[in-house]
């Protein structure tokens, strides 16, 4: 199956938006230079791991090394680039392509680091230096059609992987096995494995909200939590919670599950254009506190979804963020009691002009009770 | 399997020789705010996502939230820990913990980013920052024997995994089924997975050195470059590559192979400790010149391996590193010819106090010619 790519002209189109909230946001400055890898895949297409992007009005040059000019000749046909050798340093290297810039330039302040910030700042003497903030993430948050298309697929693999692994569940293997046969699962569709290190958490590790997986053994308790999702050639993922019954339901475990259940639905009842992303963090937030459980729900409700599993925009108490048409946002409560066991659901969900579509269909309503095989 | 730890009081230790090795090289700064999460792993023996860590003469305290209380108290016992809530964002909590240090506080400039820098020192503003490089890098650089230990066993379950996926070589399986074989071949011998992304390049996609998997089936040409390394589930890796031959030896193949070959021997010839790094690469660089494929091999020579794929020290013609007794790195000269194909070999290294330890025992005196099944 070859990697899907965007339309014709995408990253083109993508490189002129941001051009364009450029010189909106900060029209002072020549150019960004742009740090992050994956807001370099997004404009170009090019997914090596080293690289800068100088892009302004006047200027479009990608900045990488040797390793990947073939790479870069396959990705990014026609974009200019500047390959360096393994006797130039990336810093060294950037100085020069900064020195052709007439003006300032904005550096991605949240992906610089301050050491090569401090490099360049000394090295690059007759370019002045900006902050940038969020510009490329901003143009992210928004997916177009294309994106939707790929989330959806990576949704549907992880849901399906799920369904066909949890209905082979063994009651003898551990945490760590049942991950690798999702994982197979996933693959076994298309995707290129998990989006990320997946938590599969029998029991009381359920109260961890970022266990991974380990040696306990699928039955040695009622609960099991899992919490994956796939990641596809492309690049785009999925992020899925579900908490299943594997045995004896533990103590206050439905009353828990409802809960959050509830919660989920008071986030998805108020997603739509408009809403501040912190008041539905909010509105979930307060089922779980007046069922009692607040001192249990420690993180914030979601976060985008597409090109990386945390992306903007963000859902939680902090956030500035407002809800958009084409946002791919998590909506994942949860209450974790220490020593106990943790119940965590979280759906994928699309912001559209009326409101918000859940893209996985993975029932939610009950706990999934599982026969171990 | 459980997750291996190393012995008793060894985390503690490796904290007080950052406190050493900060009052020797910045006596002016009363603690060090750690922002890499694998330095903190090495420093703590807590794993998570989302840390730091801030620690001088008479300060030691562990910042998290609260997703990671439960796993903090398992994997840190003892250790003071701030643990945030959802409410309080990152900075915010960090200055509160940094009011409380009398004097200046060094950052970590490689890992914090620009953003954050100019968040805390606008928010910390009695508490003078200061910068500093590589300082936890430069005692990880060195490993200890548990370390060495557990790189070994890496290498191992790479090696065996390799041979029992290479001896069942599949002439129709294609670069993404064969890593997906290889994987679960490392699985099955304890490792977590691959500790990279691994390079299994058919033909001339072996000629893009940082190629990955694709399509191409094994056999649709007549070499094949293997890149791959195995992650233990206590975090130390393993980084390995051979160039083996699945069919009709391509013109040129074994002059270049036995050149890069005999790159490798010179390497290996030089290494010990007191020998700068960049001579190393510089006489490894040499042979490949004398051959004349000098501006075919655009990358360094090698980089330090432990926790992370890529770590101090660096061999290359920018490094000044010196090499030590108990480093661990690698060797990986190449030469790639675009449209045709690619030789590396990469061998794991350890430096002794005699010179260097071969931690693989794969054959690479002459290429692996395998049969397709």
Redesign the interface.
């Known amino acids: ?3 899907p790519t965007p339309p014709p002209g995408t990253h083109a189109a993508r490189r002129d938006r941001l051009r364009a909230a450029l010189a909106e946001q900060q029209p002072d400055v020549a150019a960004l230079l742009v740090d992050s890898t994956v807001n370099i895949a997004y404009l170009t297409g090019f997914t ?2 080293s690289a800068r992007l100088l892009i302004g009005p006047d200027v479009e040059r990608l900045l990488s ?7 870069i000749e396959r990705q990014c046909p026609g974009l200019d680039a500047t390959i360096r ?3 130039e ?1 990336f810093v060294d290297s950037t100085v020069k392509v900064l020195a052709k810039v007439r003006g300032s330039v904005a ?1 991605e ?7 090569d ?2 490099k360049l700042k000394g090295a690059a003497a007759g370019t002045p230096l900006r ?1 940038s ?1 969020g510009l490329v993430e901003g143009l992210r948050a928004t997916k177009d059609e294309w994106e939707i298309e790929q989330i959806r697929t990576a949704v549907t693999v992880a849901e399906e992987a799920f369904t066909e692994t949890l209905n082979d569940l063994r009651g003898g293997e551990s945490e760590r096995d049942l991950s ?1 046969r999702l994982e ?1 699962a996933l ?1 076994a569709r298309g995707a290129k494995g998990f989006s990320f290190a997946p938590i599969i958490a029998v029991g009381e590790n359920g ?5 991974e997986v ?2 306990p053994k699928i039955g040695d308790a009622g609960s099991l939590l899992i919490d994956w999702g796939a990641r596809m050639p492309g690049g785009y993922v999925s992020d899925l919670t579900r908490t299943v019954l594997t045995g004896e339901e533990p103590e206050e475990f439905r009353r828990v599950y409802d809960t959050v259940n509830a919660a989920v639905d008071a986030a998805l009842a108020l997603l739509k254009p408009g809403v501040p992303l912190k008041d539905v963090d909010a509105a979930s937030r307060a089922v779980i506190a007046e069922a009692g459980y607040g001192d249990y ?4 409700l979601g976060h985008g979804i597409g090109l990386q599993v945390h992306e903007a925009a963000r859902l ?3 956030s500035d963020d407002v809800a958009t048409a084409g946002m791919v946002v998590t909506v994942e409560p949860g209450v974790y009691l ?1 020593g106990r066991f943790g119940v965590r659901i979280e759906e994928d969900v699309l912001v559209t002009p009326a409101g918000a579509e859940t893209l996985s269909s993975l029932p939610r309503a009950e706990p999934l009770r599982l026969r171990l095989a």
Chains 1, 2 share one sequence.
């Open positions: 199956m070859p990697t090596g791991s090394d040797s390793r990947y000019a073939t790479q050798t393994q006797a340093s550096v302040a949240e992906h610089i680091s301050l050491h910030f401090e902050t903030d690798y197979a693959r109260a961890c909200p970022h266990y380990g040696d729900f420690g993180h914030g939680s108490s902090l220490p």
